[in-house]
């Protein structure tokens, strides 16, 4: 079955830096991803939609500038959280799914980010 | 507005029994119902989807059914199992978007 990786699963930043996190289609191609966030006890809350090869789509209230996302290959999208602050911490979780699949079917496991 | 609801919120049961989950929804117009488990800390695993003709979905344990005419969808796990604790998604798909409306979920604990 399609499986989607995303790494890294934990990481602990300081304030003001940035962070890439990257989602991958093993064995499939997708041209678009998906990418949520998730704060404690609440459903996932979709950020944007990475298509490959041109700009994301963000949702209403999602910074752009902030959260950046590239999707240069069929297989790799990643997710940047530039200039990081505590209130950014949270688990970050993609989706993709194969061409002709139903939307955003397969998600990765998460990344669990954490600004001190 | 597009809402999927679900309950009840959390759950506690013995290892060994059954337990129905329930999730209303009045998404228009419907594409799929998917219900997923989510594990703490993990990323949601699909566990089944069921477009407007199906009226229910077995995978394993897991039995999902959906009455498009109430707009109801139900999850009977049947003989739990302690790994069955996690968090279970009702997640409902309009027609013509990519769009995933999401419950908030139900938490399930199995107790031994």
């Known amino acids: 079955g399609a499986v989607v990786s995303q790494h890294p699963s934990r990481v602990i930043c300081k304030s003001g830096t940035s962070v890439k996190i990257e989602c991958r289609s093993l064995?499939?191609?997708?041209?678009?991803m998906f990418w949520y966030r998730q704060f404690p006890k609440q459903s996932l809350m979709l950020m944007a939609t990475?298509?490959?090869?041109?700009?994301?789509?963000?949702e209403q209230g999602v910074e752009k500038d902030k959260f950046l996302i590239n999707h240069a290959s069929l297989t790799l999208s990643t997710l940047t959280v530039t200039s990081a602050h505590p209130e950014d911490s949270s688990f970050y979780i993609c989706s993709a799914s194969p061409r002709g699949s139903w939307y955003g079917y397969t998600f990765g496991s998460g990344t669990r980010l954490t600004v001190v | 507005k597009n809402q999927v609801e679900q309950s009840p919120q959390s759950l506690i049961i013995l290892e060994g029994k059954n337990c129905t989950l329930q999730c209303n929804y009045t998404v228009s117009p419907f594409s799929n119902l998917r219900w997923y488990k989510q594990d703490t800390g993990r990323g949601p695993v699909s566990l089944t989807i069921?477009?407007?003709s199906e009226n229910t979905k077995s995978n394993g344990r897991y039995t999902a059914t959906l009455d498009a005419d109430t707009k109801q969808s139900s999850l009977h796990i049947t003989a739990s199992q302690l790994s069955d604790s996690a968090s279970y998604i009702c997640?409902?798909?309009?027609?013509?978007?990519?769009?995933?409306?999401w419950g908030a979920g139900t938490k399930l604990i199995i107790k031994p």
């Open positions: 069921m477009t407007f």
């Open positions: 990475s298509n490959e090869g041109s700009k994301a789509t963000y």
């Open positions: 064995d499939f191609q997708a041209t678009t």
């Open positions: 997640v409902v798909s309009a027609m013509g978007n990519y769009q995933l409306i």
